[in-house]
Nanobody, 115 residues
Framework: QVQLAESGGGLVQAGGSLRLSCAASGSRFSIYDMEWYRQAPGKERERVALITPGGSTNYAESVKGRFTISRDNAKNTVYLQMNTLKPEDTGVYYC?????????WGQGTQVTVSS
């Protein structure tokens, strides 16, 4: 099982960058698919990016070419580098760990992009 804690959110102007981190505590971090979701006010939670244990990645169309997900299994951490941010990227960003046997969410970190 893993517990997740996000950090790195904040207020940034459009065109700026932020890097989110998700630190995992517990065992066997390397076996999990790690995913970033976001939820804007009044909207459903949507998946932004995913990275598999083997390092394969997948992105929502809206963030392709701007966001990069990566993981450091030695540090039990997954990152989301967000560049060229837009006001529509505003929302609470959540880290999610998935395996066949167990899954868990972090508490979220707020990202606000001003125009």
């Amino acid at each position: 099982q893993v517990q997740l804690a996000e950090s790195g959110g904040g207020l940034v102007q459009a065109g700026g960058s932020l890097r989110l981190s998700c630190a995992a505590s517990g065992s066997r971090f390397s076996i999990y698919d790690m995913e970033w979701y976001r939820q804007a006010p009044g909207k459903e939670r949507e998946r932004v990016a995913l990275i598999t244990p083997g390092g394969s990645t997948n992105y929502a169309e809206s963030v392709k070419g701007r966001f990069t997900i990566s993981r450091d299994n030695a540090k039990n951490t997954v990152y989301l580098q967000m560049n060229t941010l837009k006001p529509e990227d505003t929302g609470v960003y959540y880290c999610y760990a998935y395996s066949y046997y167990y899954n868990n969410w972090g508490q979220g970190t707020q990202v606000t992009v001003s125009s």
